[in-house]
């Protein structure tokens, strides 16, 4: 079956700009995980949902950064007034519940801020 | 606090040789931890986890508390097993993986 997606793939914004980025999860799968990479660093985690609800989210590095999932499917990270340190690429993965420590990752959006 | 140590960021052996990909935790409860690779131009995917004890692609990982770590070794290395691999570790009730730096992993012909 189909894996996660992600998109856009890639995303250039200007600083300040507000950008959108979109998860599309595993169908079926409970959980929903949001991660930052920076370039030459390992994923670490923003926020976490379990169906529509999220149940962790110290990841997130600041109040410009908002994560939904209002229908306990697909997913949206926020970032507003975009900064140059916030360009990374943004990686969801998603889990069943029964083996929730099993993530399936998508392909990532790689964020550009100039 | 919990931290994942991977310390070598790039590693390069020939093919057929020997390779172990070191990987060192800090943790106060009892781990879980696992092994993701990522091949050129795919996506991140588990490779292994040390629950399972099983050997995937030739791979086994074996964990060790007294030491606190988690290596990942090969008895004779592939050109295919050329990667970025990242050590991680779940946090007990959190169900948020805690992710090493890294080590590329070039298996030279």
């Known amino acids: 079956g189909a894996g996660v997606s992600q998109s856009p793939r890639y995303k250039v914004a200007k600083r300040g700009q507000d950008v959108a980025l979109r998860c599309d999860p595993i169908s079926g799968h409970v959980s929903l995980f949001w991660y930052q990479q920076a370039l030459g660093q390992g994923p670490e985690f923003l926020t976490y949902?379990?169906?529509?609800?999220?149940?962790?989210k110290s990841g997130l590095p600041s109040d410009r950064f908002f994560a939904e999932r209002p229908e306990g499917s697909v997913s949206t990270l926020k970032i507003q007034r975009t900064q140059q340190e916030d360009s990374a690429v943004y990686l969801c993965?998603?889990?069943?519940?029964?083996?929730?420590?099993?993530?399936?990752f998508g392909p990532g959006t790689r964020l550009t801020v100039l | 606090a919990q931290r994942v140590t991977q310390p070598e960021k790039l590693l390069s052996v020939f093919k057929g040789a020997p390779v172990e990909l070191k990987c060192n935790y800090s943790y106060s409860g009892s781990p879980e931890l696992f092994w993701y690779v990522q091949y050129s131009r795919q996506r991140l995917q588990l490779l292994l986890r040390h629950i399972s004890r099983e050997s995937i692609k030739g791979f086994t990982a074996d964990l060790n508390k007294g030491e606190t770590s988690f290596h990942l070794k090969k008895p004779f290395a592939q050109e295919e097993d050329s990667a970025m691999y990242y050590c991680?570790?779940?946090?007990?009730?959190?169900?948020?993986?805690?992710f090493g730096q890294g080590t590329r992993l070039t298996i030279n012909p």
């Open positions: 949902f379990q169906n529509e609800a999220q149940l962790d």
């Open positions: 993965a998603s889990s069943r519940r029964e083996t929730y420590n099993e993530q399936f």
């Open positions: 991680a570790l779940i946090i007990q009730g959190a169900q948020k993986l805690v």
